[in-house]
């Protein structure tokens, strides 16, 4: 008879065994996905090498440097008002010149035959309205001895017809007799009603012949008067007081009516004319006040005009001197200016610097208070000047970000600072 045997039962079967290996395996997975990943998103970075900001609100203002060229407050071109051959040029340019003062003249004898010709067609008409105005003298004085003629004739038979009348109330003419009175003094008043009435037409006719010339003559005296102001405007002079700073006359050239001959400049003040990129376009408005360096101090120009005009992607402004105007200045300078785009205002700011050509404002390393650590962190920006960015959201004031350029961190998520 044989023995039965306990069979002593196995604490760790390979099922179990397999289970926690499994678990064990995960787990280790990823303790060392963990720790890589964060190995691979954190840098070592040295210190020394970086350019740490602190982020603070303080008064901030909006502007865009602008360059600007000093030019005259007011420049007049010279241009042809009729045109000519240069007779003779009495000034050169680079010279300060006296409102009126003669600067050169043309010679246009077209213009000048044209002148002698309505001269001689306005002595004509002149001529032809004095020989009028005395044939209708002549034509009245003889309308009038006519006319006394006419009541001379008509009295005389008036005086018959009256005779006549009582004479054949007693027979003492025939009827006949009568009869030749009564139509004699009827012919001299219907003679002289229709001479009334012609002397009128032939005077009226007459006087209307006198307006006409008169009228003529009034516009080819306006004519002349014309004519004789173009040949006044053959000689160029001075619209304004200043400097002549350009002319481009030689004896012997002909110029056409319009075209530029030269330029005077008023150099007892000056304007900044600027060229600004179009994107500010909106932004810039007359009334802005800018600011520039000159000679250790700083001065303030105001805008003044605003050309629409885009050329090549800029539009220009002038810009006037606000207040105190610095000596020294020159035609043609060129003046760095700071253009405020805002009112002065609080805002959170952080200085400017290279991590913008990286994050283009949308993130930053912001650095822990003991500055070992730096974590990125998104942040929004909004305006901006030559020294700092306005921060609208993201940061606070007291916060302190690394500023220097971020090319060499690739995509991490700390930096560790050494």
């Known amino acids: 008879m044989g023995m039965d045997r306990t069979i002593k039962k196995k604490k760790w079967p390979p099922k179990r065994i397999a289970t926690y290996g499994a678990i064990a395996a995960f787990v280790f997975l990823v303790l060392y996905l963990f720790l890589f990943k964060l190995n691979k998103s954190t840098l070592n970075v040295e210190k020394d090498r970086l350019t740490i900001s602190t982020v603070k609100l303080e008064p901030f203002q909006e502007f865009i440097p602008v360059m600007g060229a000093v030019e005259p407050i007011d420049s007049y071109h010279l241009d042809a008002v009729e045109g000519g051959v240069v007779e003779d040029v009495f000034l050169e340019a680079g010279t300060r010149i006296t409102k009126g003062d003669p600067i050169l003249r043309l010679e246009n004898t077209d213009l000048l035959m044209t002148i002698m010709w309505r001269e001689a067609e306005l002595f004509q008409t002149q001529n032809n309205l004095r020989n009028t105005q005395l044939n209708l003298e002549q034509r009245r004085l003889a309308l009038n001895q006519e006319l006394a003629q006419v009541d001379n004739f008509m009295i005389q038979s008036k005086r018959t017809f009256d005779r006549y009348s009582e004479l054949i109330k007693e027979d003492l ?23 009334i009435e012609s002397q009128k037409n032939d005077i009226k006719f007459r006087e209307n012949q006198v307006v006409a010339l008169t009228d003529s003559l009034d516009r080819m005296q306006q004519n002349l008067a014309i004519v004789k102001q173009k040949q006044e405007n053959l000689v160029l002079r001075a619209p304004i007081s200043g400097f002549l700073t350009a002319l481009d006359a030689k004896i012997g050239q002909r110029k056409n009516p319009g075209e530029r001959l030269g330029q005077i400049d008023v150099l007892e003040a000056f304007k900044v004319v600027v060229g600004i990129d179009e994107h500010w376009i909106a932004r810039v408005e007359e009334g802005r006040i800018g600011t520039f360096d000159f000679s250790g101090k ?95 959201e993201g940061l606070e004031p007291g916060e302190k970000v690394i500023t220097s350029s971020y090319e060499s961190f690739g995509d991490m998520e700390r930096l560790v600072l050494k």
Do not use: C
Not at 344 to 361: D, I, S
Not at 366 to 381: C, G, H, P, Y
């Open 173 to 195: 003419i025939s009827q006949h007799q009568f009869e030749l009175a009564k139509d004699e003094y009827d012919y001299w008043v219907k003679r002289r009603e229709l001479t």
């Open 298 to 392: 700083s001065y303030k120009l105001q805008v003044s005009r605003k050309y629409m005009e885009v050329t090549d992607g800029r539009f220009e402004v002038d810009m006037i001197f606000n207040g105190e105007r610095p000596t020294g200045l020159t035609r043609g300078m060129t003046l760095h200016i700071r253009l405020n785009l805002g009112d002065l205002e609080e805002a959170v700011v952080l200085a400017r610097g290279g991590f913008f050509q990286t994050t283009g404002g949308n993130w930053v390393y912001v650095v822990n208070s003991d500055e070992t650590l730096a974590v990125k962190r998104r942040i929004r920006t909004n305006r901006y000047n030559t020294q700092v960015y306005e921060v609208v």
